[in-house]
């Protein structure tokens, strides 16, 4: 039994190592993650990482280092807006911080890959002055001191590195050409060097649990409207909304308190973490007769409960260009077909299904959506379906109750009386 898990497993995570391998990830984390007993876990995963020929740039975080520091000092530190004052005193803890966790990531990641057969394998990491930074100045009559936001990244030194197979560690803290020191936010610092690289993924190891719908669920994709309205609205959020925006196709937020989360997120088609995604459509395309058995394979269970009509393979074959699928990692997890009127200037949207392991998502949702714009580029101005059980549902989304007769005659010729589906219609 453990020897035919082993081997699952390693097919299912071997596609993911091919794909990887060139790519470039920015990985954030806080320095509470520094702190943590599981720390030198986490750093074993991410010299992993590198070791299957994956492109990495390490930003990290310093805050429970300055609270620390000010603490052993006898001094307090100062919020506005969830944004730190720095003065005199705590830029000398960001300073000492910086060193003290540089330091520390860079011990742990010259170990290599311990208690493996790749012990020996050795890892350049290397740091510098990449970031140009600008104070924040004074905001509502509020002087933010050493505090800075980013100015500019030197892209051109960061890409060289990465190209003589190094680790590139990135710290919040910035200079002007002047020669003054900034304090800067770790997650804008992430989100700027991702984008400034375009790179594959920007990756933020958070300190909460995750981002969960009401009913509890895992929110396992948002669009960037969605992830704007979030309640719980962090900087990780904002500069995840920021960096897609600017390029970045894929945002991945995930739990640092699950352990192997690099891993799992990574290697595994669903993830543990929220993705953001610049393009919520960016897996959604025309089905191909090479899509009829995952097709098959999505409906069955729908047509066994009486949902959709029954189809049979060369049905599906015959009408496979009216389909379009949306795909997770090479599987189909949601389907649906349109079929054109065009003289009616009207379509009918049918065989609308999602993988039970998504529901929740909206997908369904987002195939309809997609499908609506394809109609209207289309010149089409109604869509129709015939339903059993999900009238309800497309009432919500804008269909009204309509009548068989309201239908192409051709599409009245064919309706399946022993059925006795529902005709709702939407105008577009």
Not at 110 to 127: A, E, R, Y
Request: proline share 3%; hydrophobic share 40%; with cysteine.
């Amino acid at each position: 039994m453990e020897q035919q898990q082993f081997i699952d497993w390693f097919r299912s995570a071997s596609p993911y190592i091919h794909a990887h391998r060139g790519n470039t990830f920015v990985i954030c984390f806080g320095g509470e993650a520094v702190q943590d007993h599981n720390f030198p876990n986490l750093i074993h995963d991410i010299a992993l990482l590198n070791s299957l020929g994956i492109r990495l740039v390490l930003v990290h975080g310093i805050r429970p280092q300055i609270e620390q520091g000010l603490y052993l000092q006898g001094k307090k530190s100062k919020y506005v807006n969830n944004t730190r004052i720095t003065d005199e005193i705590a830029l000398k803890c960001v300073k000492a911080a910086c060193g003290e966790v540089r330091a520390e990531i860079e011990s742990l990641l010259s170990m290599g890959l311990t208690n493996s057969p790749t012990t020996n394998f050795s890892i350049c990491v290397t740091s510098g002055n990449f970031i140009t930074a600008r104070p924040i100045g004074v905001r509502n009559g509020i002087d933010f001191c050493h505090t800075g936001e980013v100015r500019d990244i030197d892209i051109t030194t960061i890409s060289k590195r990465l190209d003589d197979e190094c680790i590139v560690l990135v710290s919040p803290l910035g200079y002007s050409p002047t020669g003054e020191a900034f304090n800067l936010l770790t997650e804008e610092v992430a989100a700027a060097v991702a984008i400034g690289l375009q790179t594959n993924k920007l990756i933020y190891l958070t300190e909460n649990e995750g981002l969960f719908t009401k009913n509890g669920q895992l929110l396992r994709q948002l669009t960037l409207a969605e992830a704007q309205k979030q309640p719980n609205y962090d900087n990780q959020l904002k500069n995840a909304v920021q960096a897609c925006k600017n390029g970045i196709q894929r945002v991945h937020l995930l739990s640092r308190h699950i352990e192997g989360a690099l891993l799992l997120e990574l290697f595994t088609r669903d993830g543990i973490g929220t993705l953001v995604s610049a393009n919520p459509y960016e897996n959604i395309r025309n089905a191909t007769i090479d899509d009829v058995g995952g097709i098959l394979e999505l409906i069955k269970p729908l047509e066994k409960s009486g949902i959709l009509v029954r189809r049979s393979r060369e049905k599906l074959e015959m009408e496979i260009n009216y389909f379009i699928v949306q795909e997770r990692d090479g599987m189909i997890i949601a389907c649906a077909a349109l079929y054109h009127f065009m003289e009616e200037e009207i379509a009918e949207l049918a065989c609308l299904a999602v993988n039970k392991d998504y529901y929740g998502e909206n997908r369904g949702g987002t195939l309809l959506n997609f499908l609506e714009q394809k109609a209207q580029q289309l010149k089409i101005k109604q869509i129709f379906i015939l339903t059993t059980q999900t009238a309800h549902w497309f009432q919500e989304r804008g269909f009204k109750i309509a009548n068989l007769q309201d239908l192409p005659v051709e599409r009245q010729k064919i309706y399946n009386y022993q059925r006795q589906a529902k005709v709702l219609i939407k105008q577009l």
